[in-house]
Nanobody, 118 residues
Framework: VQLQASGGGLVQPGESLRLSCTAS????????MTWYRQAPGKQRELVAG???????NYADSVKGRSTISMNSAKNAVYLQMNSLKPEDTAVYFC?????????????WGKGTLVTVSS
């Protein structure tokens, strides 16, 4: 199973960005997909997550500015981030709980860099 993340880049404060992450490989079901981020010198933190049933959760720092969604095939997650701030600058990582065998395993994608700067 692999997670492929994309969508990072350099944007100005106030602009928007959409991150995507797609799961590929042989598996039974994606149970949940979550975006984390890690800023320089800081610990990795949860940004937003969505489970198979569409239940979402957000960090307070992005609530109201971001929307996470999963596609109908339940193999991709999107994070729409609006009104970006310099403090949103970080490497964003996609995480997924995917049932490969009997129990779900945790997978991580390679990070995608988001830089918010004027």
């Amino acid at each position: 199973v692999q997670l492929q993340a994309s969508g990072g880049g350099l944007v100005q404060p106030g602009e928007s960005l959409r991150l995507s992450c797609t799961a590929s490989g042989s598996y039974a079901r994606v149970n949940a997909m979550t975006w984390y981020r890690q800023a320089p010198g800081k610990q990795r933190e949860l940004v937003a997550g969505v489970n198979y049933d569409g239940v979402t959760n957000y960090a307070d720092s992005v609530k109201g500015r971001s929307t996470i969604s999963m596609n109908s095939a339940k193999n991709a997650v999107y994070l729409q981030m609006n009104s970006l701030k310099p403090e949103d600058t970080a490497v964003y990582f996609c995480n997924a709980r995917i049932r490969v065998g009997i129990r779900p395993d945790t997978f991580w994608g390679k990070g995608t860099l988001v830089t918010v700067s004027s």
